[in-house]
T-cell receptor, first 113, second 114 residues
Framework: EPEVTQTPSHQVTQMGQEVILRCVPISNHLYFYWYRQILGQKVEFLVSFYNNEISEKSEIFDDQFSVERPDGSNFTLKIRSTKLEDSAMYFCATHQGWGYGYTFGSGTRLTVV | AQSVTQPDIHITVSEGASLELRCNYSYGATPYLFWYVQSPGQGLQLLLKYFSGDTLVQGIKGFEAEFKRSQSSFNLRKPSVHWSDAAEYFC????????????FGAGTILRVKS
């Protein structure tokens, strides 16, 4: 069964540092998303990406966050200057069309110290 | 605003017993409804989804869910729980008119006792 691959699985970073989280979507999927889950809390939508541009973003997705698909395969989430409250599990999700449902990656656990 | 309520934070059932996890959504437009399962430290695995048609949907691992528009509910059921079903279960809703994002419930942690 096709998978969404996320790297790294864990990342520890100093506050104020930049991090890049990477996702390899399923090859025929067109819609890409980032979600996050702070420990013990619900999964929250960050951003959706379609046709090489952001289609929607949440209030969480401020100027410190950016997404891109630099080489047509990887889909990245960059946090420019991490804060302690950015510590969370970040999930990439993709789908090929609304009727097919999402496939989620296994997540990147980000710890900001 | 769209929201999803999972009223049970924790549920404990005996192995072999039946299970029902509750989910209610807030908005009356045509929802797209999902159940995901998450084992500790793992990603989210899709159990089943409802878009239209038959309101009783079958999923993987023997799970099923029933969409009841009159009750704004999409409860997940399994007739006989196995110890490997212990995990956290998330209900999620999406609406075409609100983009393709999903809104998740807070999750229900299922414990299975032998």
């Amino acid at each position: 069964e096709p998978e969404v691959t996320q790297t790294p699985s864990h990342q520890v970073t100093q506050m104020g540092q930049e991090v890049i989280l990477r996702c390899v979507p399923i090859s025929n999927h067109l819609y890409f998303y980032w979600y996050r889950q702070i420990l013990g809390q619900k999964v929250e939508f960050l951003v959706s990406f379609y046709n090489n541009e952001i289609s929607e973003k949440s209030e969480i997705f401020d100027d410190q966050f950016s997404v891109e698909r630099p080489d047509g395969s990887n889909f990245t989430l960059k946090i420019r200057s991490t804060k302690l409250e950015d510590s969370a599990m970040y999930f990439c999700a993709t789908h090929q069309g609304w009727g097919y449902g999402y496939t989620f990656g296994s997540g990147t656990r980000l710890t900001v110290v | 605003a769209q929201s999803v309520t999972q009223p049970d934070i924790h549920i404990t059932v005996s192995e072999g017993a039946s299970l029902e996890l509750r989910c209610n959504y807030s908005y009356g437009a045509t929802p797209y409804l999902f159940w995901y399962v998450q084992s500790p430290g793992q990603g989210l695995q899709l159990l089943l989804k409802y878009f239209s048609g038959d309101t009783l949907v079958q999923g993987i691992k023997g799970f099923e869910a029933e969409f009841k528009r009159s009750q704004s509910s999409f409860n997940l059921r399994k007739p006989s729980v196995h110890w490997s079903d212990a995990a956290e279960y998330f209900c999620a809703v999406g609406y075409m008119e609100y983009g393709n994002k999903l809104v998740f419930g807070a999750g229900t942690i299922l414990r299975v006792k032998s």
